[in-house]
């Protein structure tokens, strides 16, 4: 399982940006970020043909998560913006889960390199 997370930027309170992942596989897809000083926390996901989603209490109504698998692509939608949304994004893939691991990191097997998001005031 190959990953490659993109689409992060500088980007003003209150707006948008769109992330995604290249993402190989018949996976499970996550995206987790990282601030500085602060633990690696579980974001959002997606199962393999989109049928289910999850998404961490801070984010529920701001982002969305799809995927296009003919794209091989997981993308996670976000608007309007914070601050305390500026992190390190990473995506993960993994293959065996439950409802109950998909939001810890342990879950997840296969990373791909973070992508920044800095959200300015």
């Known amino acids: 399982v190959q990953l490659q997370a993109s689409g992060g930027g500088l980007v003003q309170a209150g707006g948008s940006l769109r992330l995604s992942c290249a993402a190989s596989g018949r996976t499970l897809v996550g995206w987790f970020r990282q601030a500085p000083g602060k633990e690696r926390e579980f974001v959002a996901a997606?199962?393999?043909?989109?049928?289910?989603?999850y998404y961490a209490d801070s984010v529920k109504g701001r982002f969305t998560i799809s995927r296009d698998n003919a794209k091989n692509t997981v993308y996670l939608q976000m608007n309007s913006l914070k601050p305390e949304d500026t992190a390190l994004y990473y995506c993960?893939?993994?293959?065996?889960?439950?409802?109950?691991?998909?939001?810890?990191?342990?879950?997840?097997?296969?990373w791909g390199q973070g992508t920044l998001v800095t959200v300015s005031s």
């Open positions: 997606i199962n393999w043909i989109g049928s289910r989603t």
């Open positions: 993960a893939a993994d293959l065996q889960y439950s409802d109950y691991t998909v939001p810890r990191y342990s879950t997840y097997d296969y």
